[in-house]
């Protein structure tokens, strides 16, 4: 197999096969989180659950003091890596076009060497929250596998884009390919691991604040 | 609206900014100035190894162009040799025999080495010219010898 | 002083001086020489050094399945005199379209050279082998296949020239009828030197020829047997129009504002990020102009499976298949698969609950 057929497999089959498992998982999982339903609550209302839920989806997003005073390397370095991915993995061109080709919608993306910038920064923040991890003996205490492998995947087609960027020890057609081969292994552990907070953390915060509204306390 | 205006110009360089490529090769032929005064040291800046957008050899050329020597040769093909209107800095044009351009240098030199004599072409030379005074010597020995003849 | 001297062993050094070719002249083919090379203008003594003591080379060139494009594109080397000095300092001892020979005559001069200079001759090699059926192609009665490997045993290395030979290129495309492969495929104890392209600039078939014929060695390859002087880094990253690719400014099509503006061709699927080649620096045409600078996007001729790379026009970070219905379908499916999983969960539960039978005192004290 050539380089280039590995470029072109990974850009046809191999994204097939992810997206495939990628969609099938997520909505799999979502679909089986919905239909736990809840037991409906005989109390009378003493607030809006509906709109106290749709705050708290978005209050969530500051952290109150004592949390921050508390942990504030968590909150600040979770921040920037999340920032840090948002920003690579949609504002740089030819991602947009990925997602054009996808969703038939586009957007304006930010110069490379922002984008340059802004990887090596996510890059060197998710290396420091590992570090911290393993050294915090509650955090190392309370992580598994799943941790660690979320960690890795995304954090893998980080490297092999700022490699396949600056073209480093390979030439482009393998290094590219390698850069989607890892992104397509991000997708398909996504749905089956804790990445998955991606898309239940705003349905979390929603029965959160929900729950609090219908009780008439503060979320 | 002339017909050539209407002809799309995919010329990055219009307007007066050194922009792109220009530019930094400016500062390294500064760079080699410095370097020729201080130690000596020639520099030749290959044009043709520069990614060079529509228009930058010319404005390039623009820039540095034209200084008091100018010459000629005719190796292969002409060959044009201009020293810019920075001393020590010199613009040298190949051309084939077609008079397509096959090599544009710039040479950082007190004299660009093409425009010197060569060994070897002076060893050739003398030993013209010493066949050339040989035999015009030896034409006019038997002339004035069938002048006293007659 | 050369008189005693047959042509052919004559160095191109005392070639030129029996023309009349001066030093200088001689100084301006090596400065030239080098810039087709790729090489520093550093290097001008040690070529001329090089070049005055090379001897001129047998070469044999094999077109096999091709177009002569590549050909084409050599004998519009744009320096001209330049290649005539070198081309008069090597032995083109057979090739199909320029020879005068043909037929058995042809064939004659071809055993003779190999015959005369064996295991210092190069074989130039255009076009792909067909490895199916040997007589899709055949030269004189002689299959493609049989002449390389016969042609291949006395030489000193092959240069493969055009993606056709050092590839498969175009005939190696699918659904690839012949069984097309390229040189290397095939020859794998004599040093090869791919030249690829569709066709390869000129001046960089020369300059490669000419880097043997003056330092009568094989120049730094790259890992699919490139030399790194032509083929070091990608068109992408020698490309003028890639500070407009770092700016995020693009032509979305080939007549909007940004095509007019010159701006990166990424967008429509230029195949220079992946594309190894001289295009940007050597140019073609003498330096005119290349594809991109003409605004079209690069289409990666120089690459391997060029031809099946997923589409000209699509660019590199799309994907080749239509992975928006995949993933509706696959999203379909999930939820369905949830709800279902979903329900049994449920009916397990309600079930569980009717089965549930509540235990009295009675029940325990029996």
């Known amino acids: 197999m050539t380089e280039t057929e590995l470029l072109t497999w990974a850009r046809g089959p191999g994204f097939q096969i992810a997206s495939i498992i990628f969609a099938l998982g997520i909505m799999l999982r979502l679909g089986e989180i919905l239909m736990l339903g809840r037991k409906a609550n005989l109390a009378e209302a003493k607030g809006s659950a509906m709109s106290s839920g749709l705050r708290t989806v978005f209050s969530r997003t500051v952290p109150d003091a004592a949390t921050f005073k508390r942990s504030a390397f968590t909150v600040t370095a979770g921040y920037i890596f999340h920032i840090g991915l948002f920003v690579v993995i949609f504002l740089f061109a030819p991602h947009i076009l990925f997602f054009k080709d996808l969703l038939h919608v586009s957007w304006p993306a930010l110069p490379s060497p922002v984008i340059d910038a802004t990887s090596v920064i996510t890059i060197i923040t998710l290396v420091i929250v590992l570090v911290h991890r393993l050294r915090d003996p509650v955090k190392r205490f309370l992580s598994n596998y799943d941790d660690y492998l979320g960690w890795f995947v995304t954090i893998l087609p980080l490297i092999t884009g700022y490699i396949a960027f600056h073209r480093v020890g390979m030439t482009a057609p393998s290094l590219i390919a390698i850069h989607l081969l890892s992104v397509q292994l991000l997708m398909v552990v996504f749905p089956f691991t804790k990445l998955m907070h991606a898309f239940t953390i705003f349905l979390a915060r929603w029965y959160n604040g929900a729950i609090s509204g219908y009780r008439g306390v503060q979320s | ?150 | ?366």
């Not at chain 3, 300059?207 to 014929?213: I, W």
Request: aromatic share 6%; with cysteine.
């Open chain 3, 1 to 366: 002083m050369t008189k005693d001297l047959s042509r052919k062993d004559r160095t191109l050094g005392e070639t030129l001086r029996s023309q009349g070719v001066s030093r200088r002249s001689f100084l301006k083919f090596c400065a030239a020489t080098a810039s087709m090379m790729a090489l520093p203008p550093s290097m001008i003594p040690t070529i001329a050094n090089a070049l005055e003591k090379a001897r001129r080379p047998s070469v044999i060139w094999l077109s096999f399945q091709e177009c002569t494009g590549c050909t084409e594109s050599l004998t519009r080397a744009h320096t001209a005199s330049v290649e005539s000095l070198i081309f008069d300092s090597i032995s083109l001892d057979y090739h199909h379209t320029l020879q005068a020979a043909a037929g058995h005559a042809a064939e004659a001069a071809r055993e003779a050279a190999m015959e005369e200079n064996h295991g210092k001759y190069l074989v130039v090699v255009d076009g792909s082998i067909p490895n199916g059926n040997n007589g899709y192609s055949t030269i004189a009665g002689i299959s493609n296949y049989d002449m390389l490997i016969e042609t291949a045993k006395g030489a000193a290395a092959i240069v493969t020239v055009g993606t056709c030979a050092a590839f498969g290129g175009i005939p190696h495309a699918k659904p690839n009828p012949t069984g097309a492969v390229s040189v290397s495929d095939i020859i794998k104890d004599k040093p090869i030197i791919n030249v690829p392209g569709c066709p390869p600039i000129p001046v960089v078939i020369t300059g490669v020829l000419t880097h043997f014929l003056t330092f009568g060695t094989i120049p730094d390859l790259d890992n699919l047997g490139r030399p790194k002087t032509f083929f070091g880094q990608s068109i992408h990253d020698r490309c003028y129009r890639r500070p407009f690719y770092d700016k995020g400014l693009f032509a979305e099509t080939f007549d909007d504002e940004g095509a007019r503006q010159g701006w990166c061709l990424y967008k429509l699927g230029c195949k220079g990020p992946t594309t190894y080649n001289a295009c940007a620096t050597t140019k073609w045409n003498g330096g005119v102009s290349f594809p991109i600078e003409a605004g079209h996007p690069c289409i990666g001729c120089s690459e391997p499976n060029f031809w099946d790379g997923g589409g000209f026009y699509k660019a590199i970070s799309i994907p080749t298949e239509n992975i928006t219905k995949t993933t509706m379908y696959a999203a379909a499916a999930g939820v369905a698969a949830g709800v279902a999983i979903g329900a049994t969960g449920r009916m397990k539960k309600s079930a569980a609950g009717k089965a549930h039978q509540k235990v009295t005192i009675d029940d325990l004290e029996k």
């Open chain 2, 1 to 150: 609206m002339s017909e050539e205006a209407a002809i799309p110009q995919f010329n990055i360089q219009i307007g007066n900014d050194l922009t792109w490529n220009v530019q930094p090769i400016l500062h390294e032929i500064r760079h080699a100035l410095d370097k020729l005064l201080e130690t000596g040291e020639t520099r030749v800046i290959d044009l043709r190894s520069i990614p060079l957008a529509p228009g930058e050899e010319d404005r390039i050329i623009d820039t540095l162009c034209c200084g008091e020597v100018h010459a000629k040769l005719n190796a292969l093909g002409p060959s044009e040799i201009y020293e810019t209107r920075f001393a020590g800095v010199w613009l040298v044009t190949h051309h084939n025999e077609e008079n397509d351009i096959i090599g544009r240098f710039i040479e950082i030199t007190r004299i660009p080495d093409i425009l010197k004599s060569q060994h070897e072409d002076m060893s050739i030379a003398v030993h013209q010219l010493e066949n050339e005074l040989s035999e015009a010597a030896e034409s006019n020995k038997p002339e004035t010898d069938a002048e006293t003849n007659t």
